[in-house]
Nanobody
Framework: QVHLVESGGGLVQVGGSLRLSCVASGHTFSRSVMGWFRQAPGKEREFVAAIRWSIGTTYYADSVKGRFTISRDNAKNTVYLQMNSLKHEDTAVYYC?????????????????WGQGTQVTVSS
C-alpha cells in the first residue's frame, strides 16, 4: 500500500523559505511522477511542481517558477519542495501526490495517491 507523508510546513514571513518533504513508501517509484499541489481556503486545488522520478525532469507552475525547486532523493524515497521568496499568496495546504503511471504531470486527476497535506502560512 502506497503511503505519502509530508512534513516541513509552518509559519514563515514574506520573503522567507521553507522546505517540504514527502516520504514515499509501499511501491517502487522509479517509473512514477511525483507532484506537489496546493489548496488555499475557498480556492481550487492547483498544480505547483512535479518531477519524473527516473530521469529527474521537472515541471513548475508559472506562479512558482524561479522561486520553488522540486527534487528527489532516490536512496531516501523522498521528494522535496524547496520554497524561497515566499509570498502571501503561497499560503495553502500543500499536498504530495504520486502518479504511478507517469501521465500528465500537471493534471491532478492523473495522480493515484495523495498525502495528508501540510500547512504553509506566509505572513508579514
Amino acid at each position: 500500500q502506497v503511503h505519502l507523508v509530508e512534513s516541513g510546513g509552518g509559519l514563515v514571513q514574506v520573503g522567507g523559505s521553507l522546505r517540504l518533504s514527502c516520504v514515499a513508501s509501499g511501491h517502487t517509484f522509479s517509473r512514477s511522477v511525483m507532484g506537489w499541489f496546493r489548496q488555499a481556503p475557498g480556492k481550487e486545488r492547483e498544480f505547483v511542481a512535479a518531477i519524473r522520478w527516473s530521469i529527474g525532469t521537472t515541471y513548475y507552475a508559472d506562479s512558482v517558477k524561479g522561486r520553488f525547486t522540486i527534487s528527489r532523493d532516490n536512496a531516501k524515497n523522498t521528494v522535496y519542495l524547496q520554497m524561497n521568496s515566499l509570498k502571501h499568496e503561497d499560503t495553502a495546504v500543500y499536498y504530495c501526490a504520486a502518479d504511478l503511471n507517469s501521465r500528465n504531470p500537471t493534471w491532478g486527476y492523473d495522480y493515484d495517491y495523495w498525502g495528508q497535506g501540510t500547512q504553509v502560512t506566509v505572513s508579514s
